[in-house]
T-cell receptor, first 113, second 112 residues
Framework: KAGVTQTPRYLIKTRGQQVTLSCSPI?????VSWYQQTPGQGLQFLFE???????NKGNFPGRFSGRQFSNSRSEMNVSTLELGDSALYLCASSLPWAGGPFVFGPGTRLLVL | EDQVTQSPEALRLQEGESSSLNCSYTVSGLRGLFWYRQDPGKGPEFLFTLYSAGEEKEKERLKATLTKKESFLHITAPKPEDSATYLC?????????????FGKGTHLIIQP
């Protein structure tokens, strides 16, 4: 059974640019959530999607957005990048009902210069 | 606001030396408590989910327990390959599906 895949794995951008990250969940998993991991703040919840609808959102500015497609694949977008957006962005998929378990992908490492 | 505090921040053990990692939490109604293992440069790897106080789960050298205020991850006779950062997270029981609130993790090193 294939795991959660994330593309690209590494990305370098400059301040002010925008970036789009992609996540393909495990087959049959229809819930996809996104997290940001930094050394200082640890893992922080960004948002969660189910059936193409955002069900919940963490405390991040509006520059962070996402969407989910009918095949459950999800993308997240960060506009007007700031240096502080440098982080490991993780995607997790789970079955539709709450309670997990949440299976994480390998992450996308974003460096903003 | 949900909070998760893990201790110690770092732990160095000799191979075979058993120990426990602590995860203290406050949440307005617990839906589930999760333990993950994370190796450098990789995504977290799921270990256990605990749903109610008194519940215990085991996997190889790891055993997780849960009370109403904290969870322990017991590591028995660890091996060098158990070296990793261990993360604890909670999901609150609220309407809709909330994300996980994570602790900062315990960085575990097992020396041969």
């Amino acid at each position: 059974k294939a795991g959660v895949t994330q593309t690209p794995r590494y990305l370098i951008k400059t301040r002010g640019q925008q970036v789009t990250l992609s996540c393909s969940p495990i087959s049959g998993h229809r819930s996809v959530s996104w997290y940001q991991q930094t050394p200082g703040q640890g893992l922080q919840f960004l948002f969660e999607y189910f059936s193409e609808t955002q069900r919940n959102k963490g405390n991040f500015p509006g520059r962070f957005s996402g969407r989910q497609f009918s095949n459950s694949r999800s993308e997240m977008n960060v506009s007007t990048l700031e240096l502080g957006d440098s982080a490991l962005y993780l995607c997790a998929s789970s079955l539709p009902w709450a309670g997990g378990p949440f299976v994480f992908g390998p992450g996308t490492r974003l460096l903003v210069l | 606001e949900d909070q998760v505090t893990q201790s110690p921040e770092a732990l160095r053990l000799q191979e075979g030396e058993s120990s426990s990692l602590n995860c203290s939490y406050t949440v307005s109604g617990l839906r589930g408590l999760f333990w993950y293992r994370q190796d450098p440069g990789k995504g977290p790897e799921f270990l256990f989910t605990l749903y109610s106080a008194g519940e215990e789960k085991e996997k190889e050298r790891l055993k997780a327990t849960l009370t109403k205020k904290e969870s322990f991850l017991h590591i028995t006779a660890p091996k060098p390959e158990d070296s990793a950062t261990y993360l604890c997270a909670v999901q609150a029981e609220r309407g809709g599906a909330d994300g996980l609130t994570f602790g900062k993790g315990t960085h575990l090193i097992i020396q041969p």
